[in-house]
């Protein structure tokens, strides 16, 4: 009976640790963060209102990391003509963040989350590149292996699936 319980215990653990996070149809987290400028931005109400992209990059200034925030950037008047706002997040200061924005001319706002308040309501316990829609405060589509140099593609592709 013994050697029963031990893998029934580790099966379990495990099967909530694959259903732990946001899925499609959540309801947006409600919180607040701090941007790149060091002001506070309540990002529960930008996430309530129209459609929102948020995407997770591990680290401000890296290769990879410039690759996704770039794609984003030469896609931003595509995206904008279908009124998405984005937001960028990684757990880098907000005087790193300001200075990889300007750096790279990247349009949108980035998220300074050094206390942990956004990864911990999106459920990450890492820092991994992942992208997210929401419209109207819904959980519409999200890509938690999010691509480098092609993440502004992947999500107008997500966009236009939405839209059929």
């Known amino acids: 009976m013994k050697l029963l319980i ?9 099967a909530n ?12 987290p409600q919180i607040s963060a701090i941007d790149h400028t060091g002001n506070t931005i309540d990002l529960g109400a930008a996430f309530n209102t129209g459609t929102t992209v ?6 401000a200034m890296t ?12 896609s931003w008047e595509l995206l904008q003509q279908r009124g998405v706002t984005i937001f960028g997040i990684s757990a880098d200061t907000a005087k790193t963040q300001a200075a990889f924005r300007n750096k790279h001319q990247l349009p949108f706002t980035l998220i300074a989350d050094t206390d942990k308040v ?12 992942q992208a997210y829609i929401f419209k109207n405060g819904k959980l519409v589509w999200l890509d938690l292996k999010a691509s480098t140099a092609n993440q502004a593609d992947d999500v107008l592709a997500a966009l236009d699936e939405l839209e059929k």
């Open 6 to 14: 031990i893998p029934l215990m580790i099966f379990s653990l495990f």
């Open 17 to 28: 640790m694959l259903s732990a996070g946001l899925e499609v149809g959540s309801d947006a």
């Open 54 to 59: 948020v995407f997770f990059y591990p680290k």
């Open 63 to 74: 290769p990879g990391c410039t690759k996704q925030a770039c794609s984003l950037r030469d």
């Open 118 to 129: 956004v990864s911990t309501a999106f459920d990450k316990s890492r820092w991994s590149r």
